[in-house]
């Protein structure tokens, strides 16, 4: 039994439709928690990648002139609060 081109568009359309009607609403959730777990993978990465380029050593903070460990201090400050997600007051 061979198979003619309008057999196979009709089981091309039922497959079509089955995917659309089981199969979609199965994967359209778990898309998106995936899309959600990519966010905050990618939120935590930078969080970390921020927290080791600003990480100061005592031997090298030790060193440092006054101005550059306010400085230095103020930077991370900043960072902690963009963390956070708060805005702090500036004079």
Do not use: G
């Not at 057999?7 to 659309?20: F, G, N």
């Not at 609403?25 to 080791?52: A, C, H």
């Amino acid at each position: 039994m061979s198979l003619i081109q309008n057999d196979l568009r009709e089981i091309r359309t039922i497959v079509h439709s089955v995917v659309q009607e089981v199969v979609e609403p199965l994967i359209t959730p778990l898309s998106n928690e995936i899309q959600v777990l990519r966010n905050d993978i990618k939120e935590i990465y930078d969080m970390l990648s921020e927290l080791q380029s600003t990480k100061i050593t005592d031997k090298e903070f030790k060193k440092r002139s006054l101005e550059e460990k306010l400085l230095t201090l103020n930077a991370e400050l900043l960072a902690a609060a963009k963390q956070a997600d708060i805005s702090l007051p500036r004079n």
